[in-house]
């Protein structure tokens, strides 16, 4: 019983391949159709599926496409965000040497003014406070070296008297060449960008402004750079948005690969529905050598089928047979224990009835001897009334 069972799995697991087998070429057959001429076609409903094909494989390039040209489009974006970082670090670089290079600029300016004539008053205006600065920074400096050439005298009352104040100074001048440094800076980026820098002459001036003029030239060509690039960025986000992925590219890309996916299972669906007409409505001699293959394969699977699904017939009946057989067992040793119990149950009432037959008898018996009941009770009551008396 095993064994059928097991063939039986076995034949249904073949038959349901070779059903697969079947659709797979009914699908081939519906497609090799769709790339025929419509005309060909022996019905309108055949002519209309091979119409529908047409429209659905028309929609996957499209399709496909939009897809192409997102991907393209994002990876080009992150391209061109990539070389604006780029420039961008290259123009916060170039800043940082054009900082550095703004206190060269202004010391050379500084000695150029120094060295001049008559100053203008906008001269005047742009390094007053750093020639404060410097006169204050000299007279610091000379005191500090007057303290010095005192302390080399050896008088030790006077060295430790001025040590302090020796002291005081050497931080206070710490404080006042970072303060001049910085207005050095300052007025190196302002002369930067103003037309005294081509009135001031020696200092070492134009050498210390050529690499600092470099530097803005590059920064303008990078800056020019970055914006046409971020143009161009701009460009490719506005065709994003018109592909509806400038919100979220995946989330789009998924959406039309599922498109795809449905369009293409529309497909396979009509190409099988074609070729199951096709092949209903084919006779000899209106199919061509590749519609003829696919059918007398379709046909011999069928037709392999069928031999499988006879032999599960069969087998199901031997199932079955064995199953009634296991029944016509059980329902026999019921009837042979009910038969064992009806004679038991006649031989029972055999003896009750021998018993009730005696029990008549004994009956009749004793009426002969009693007689009649009127007889007996008449008796009876002359009895009662004599012993009355």
């Known amino acids: 019983m095993q064994d059928y069972k ?144 005192r302390d080399r005298d050896g008088k030790f009352f006077r060295i430790f008297r001025e040590t302090g104040r020796s002291v005081y100074l050497k931080g206070l001048l710490s404080l006042r060449r970072k303060a001049v440094a910085k207005s050095y800076n300052e007025v190196g980026k302002k002369l930067c960008d103003s037309p005294l820098k081509d009135e001031l002459k020696g200092g070492g001036l134009r050498e210390a402004l050529a ?5 803005e030239r590059e920064i303008s060509s990078l800056q020019g750079e970055i914006d046409k ?63 003829a293959a696919l059918i007398r394969q379709i046909r011999e699977i069928e ?11 069969r087998l199901n009946a031997a199932l079955q047979i064995e199953s009634l057989n296991n029944q016509l067992g059980t329902l026999a040793d019921k009837i042979s224990k009910l038969e064992g119990e009806i004679e038991a149950r006649s031989r029972e009432i055999e003896t009750l009835r021998a018993q009730m037959a005696g029990g008549e008898r004994e009956i009749g018996r004793l009426q002969k001897i009693r007689g009649s009941k009127q007889s007996l009770q008449r008796d009876t009551k002359q009895q009662e009334g004599e012993e009355k008396e």
């Not at 396979?268 to 409505?281: H, K, M």
Request: glycine share 4%; aromatic share 4%.
């Open 6 to 149: 097991r063939a039986i799995n076995q034949l249904q697991r073949d038959i349901d391949r070779n059903g697969g087998e079947i659709l797979l070429r009914l699908r081939k057959l519906g497609e090799y159709l769709s790339y025929q001429d419509a005309a060909l076609l022996p019905t309108a409903e055949m002519k209309e599926l091979h119409e529908r094909i047409g429209e659905l494989r028309r929609q996957l390039p499209e399709s496909r496409q939009q897809v192409k040209r997102i991907l393209q489009t994002v990876a080009g974006n992150q391209e061109l965000e990539r070389e604006i970082r780029r420039r961008k670090l290259q123009i916060t670089e170039l800043s940082r040497r054009n900082q550095e290079i703004c206190e060269a600029i202004g010391r050379a300016a500084y000695r150029a003014y120094k060295s001049l004539p008559a100053p203008t008053r906008s001269h005047d205006a742009l390094f007053d406070t750093l020639d404060r600065q410097e006169r204050g920074l000299a007279d610091l400096e000379a005191e500090q070296e007057s303290i010095q050439a």
């Open 211 to 215: 690499p600092y003029e470099s530097n």
């Open 229 to 291: 690039l971020q143009a161009e960025m701009a460009e490719k986000w506005n065709d994003l948005k018109n592909l509806g992925a400038h919100r979220s590219h995946q989330k789009r890309v998924r959406e039309i690969e599922s498109e795809i996916q449905r369009i293409e299972a529309r497909l396979q669906d009509t190409f099988e529905a074609l070729g199951t007409l096709f092949r209903s409505a084919a006779t000899e001699g209106s199919e061509d050598a590749e519609t």
């Open 303 to 313: 037709s392999a089928n069928r031999g499988k699904k006879k032999k599960i017939e």
